[in-house]
């Protein structure tokens, strides 16, 4: 357990992401209303950065480069989505957000392979 402070609760406003460094480790923090998350800030479809891609509406997250999509609440997959995201643990004190950080969180994009396992299937 590192938690560490990220940011004030008001500076992400809701239905909105913001992408914060904490000790060389880049992260986004998501406001979805009800609640906050703290992810990596790039898509793990195709790498998009979600500062730019990510938009927030009735507590699910959408990249809106191909449409992958994600329950903020449950952390569901929505659709079409193939991959789930990752997130830090996080906790809401006194209005900062804090996060369980360990070593940065990253996606495996070795997206040839994926290709090839789909297209033999
Ligand atoms: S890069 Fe985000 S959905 Fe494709």
């Not at 913001?18 to 923090?29: A, M, R, S």
């Not at 997250?61 to 191909?66: A, F, S």
């Not at 996606?107 to 290709?115: A, Q, V």
């Amino acid at each position: 357990m590192a938690w560490k402070r990220i940011c004030e609760a008001t500076e992400v406003a809701e239905n909105s992401v913001k992408k914060f460094e904490v000790d060389g480790v880049p992260i986004l923090v998501v406001n979805y209303g009800a609640g906050f998350r703290a992810i990596p800030p790039i898509c793990p479809h195709m790498e998009e950065p979600l500062e730019e891609s990510g938009v927030v509406a009735r507590c699910v997250l959408t990249c809106t480069k191909h449409l992958w999509a994600w329950n903020l609440q449950t952390l569901e997959m929505q659709g079409e989505t193939e991959r789930p995201l990752k997130t830090y643990d996080i906790k809401h004190e006194n209005g900062v957000i804090l996060a369980d950080i360990d070593g940065e969180l990253t996606y495996d994009f070795d997206s040839e392979d994926d290709m090839d396992d789909d297209f033999f299937k």
